[in-house]
């Protein structure tokens, strides 16, 4: 009588398959690095607030400032590591409170760990209803 045939109540997966997604697993950063990011909308933030001359108005992703040549707002991500900058308004100056990298109101880097300045964004003086759009 011939021995009994084993069977197996799941099937085992092939040897192959595992080195299929084995080279996915490796090739999958090199693929997300070239791909093709989608371009994201801008967003339009409406701010209901007038301000003078040296005044300034922090949001949740922007800090804007007016002045006599009028507004302009800059990004509250620092380019170092991405923290959150708060301003200081009696030093004058934007600060990170990761790494202590300095900016002007402009958005100029004073000293830090950051390289790079901080990114503008597009203000509108809305003149009739006395508020700002800043496109993000």
Request: proline content about 11%; some cysteine; glycine content about 8%.
């Amino acid at each position: 009588m011939p021995p009994a045939k084993k069977t197996h109540l799941l099937p085992r997966p092939p040897r192959r398959f595992f080195l299929w997604l084995g080279l996915l697993a490796l090739c999958y950063p090199i693929l997300r690095f070239l791909g093709y990011k989608v371009p994201r909308q801008p967003r339009l933030i409406e701010v209901k607030a007038t301000l003078g001359p040296g005044a300034f108005f922090i949001g949740p992703d922007f800090i804007l400032f007016e002045s006599e040549q009028g507004p302009w707002a800059v990004s509250r991500k620092c380019t170092h590591l991405g923290c959150k900058i708060n301003y200081r308004e009696k030093e004058g100056f934007m600060e990170c409170p990761c790494h202590q990298s300095r900016f002007t109101p402009q958005g100029e880097v004073i000293h830090g760990p950051a390289k790079k300045s901080l990114p503008h964004f597009k203000v509108e003086k809305i003149d009739n209803a006395g508020g700002y759009i800043v496109t993000i």
